[in-house]
């Protein structure tokens, strides 16, 4: 007699497995199956859908739950590693920008549900005013933990703002004007999404990666020569995006 987990195993690659090398009776459960799929899918990545067509997208999805299953029952977590899927997935090679639209759709899924920062504006000015001016350089700052980075050759802003409900006027986009340096965070009941300068970005990122004040300038001077770290300070303590120290 097989054992529980022996049929369990069994039962989902069968659901898995290509059509037609199955017990038709398994047809039922492999189409819902695929439809919870589609479906959560399709909640995340609304302009990847609407770049590709539905059925485009559903059979990209069908492969990519079928290299990638679930490990967990909520599908609402499930879907990050479609951009890289995208990436080496041979039907998406006329569309180069599609794996960074999706990585920007899924930064934006996860900026929704991050935790709640605590801290504030006032709180961070505090804490730095604190700080010995000789151990500024050292010092380590907290960064909001809604926040995303993307890096995209395309201007995958753009093309994420032409596919919006509501959209109007222009809706060229022009590939060649990228690249883009996108900040991803929740702001107030809503996710913004902000293009920033490549060296602020540079900065930024560095901060993220647990660099110090020091070593984040080094890394935006690196990028752009004229990068000014006052205003990016100043400008990313008032919007919410450093916390503060770490």
Do not use: K
């Amino acid at each position: 007699m097989r054992c529980l987990p022996d049929l369990q195993r069994r039962f989902a690659a069968a659901i898995a497995a290509p059509d037609g090398i199955e017990d038709p009776g398994l047809a039922v459960y492999r189409n819902a199956v695929r439809a919870n799929y589609r479906n959560a899918l399709r909640a995340s990545y609304p302009v990847v859908c609407a770049l590709t067509g539905t059925p485009f997208f559903h059979a990209a999805v069908d492969a990519f739950a079928a290299a990638h299953p679930s490990r967990s029952g909520d599908l609402n977590v499930y879907g990050g590693g479609l951009g890289d899927f995208l990436a080496a997935y041979p039907y998406a090679a006329p569309l180069p920008y599609l794996p960074d639209v999706a990585r920007l759709e899924w930064a934006q899924d996860e900026a929704a549900r991050a935790a709640d920062a605590d801290g504030s504006p006032e709180h961070m000015l505090a804490a730095l005013a604190a700080v010995a001016p000789a151990d500024l350089a050292a010092t380590r700052l907290r960064v909001d933990p809604s926040h995303r980075l993307l890096r995209s050759d395309f201007p995958v802003l753009r093309i994420w703002q032409v596919h919006q409900e509501g959209c109007a006027g222009d809706r060229q986009v022009d590939l060649a004007s990228g690249p883009d340096f996108l900040l991803v965070r929740r702001a107030a009941e809503d996710v913004a999404i902000e293009r920033m300068p490549a060296g602020e970005f540079a900065w930024l990122a560095a901060l993220a990666a647990g660099a110090d004040l020091a070593d984040a300038l080094d890394a935006a001077l690196a990028t752009d020569p004229a990068f000014d770290v006052a205003p990016a300070l100043a400008r990313r303590i008032a919007d919410g995006t450093l916390r503060g120290i770490a």
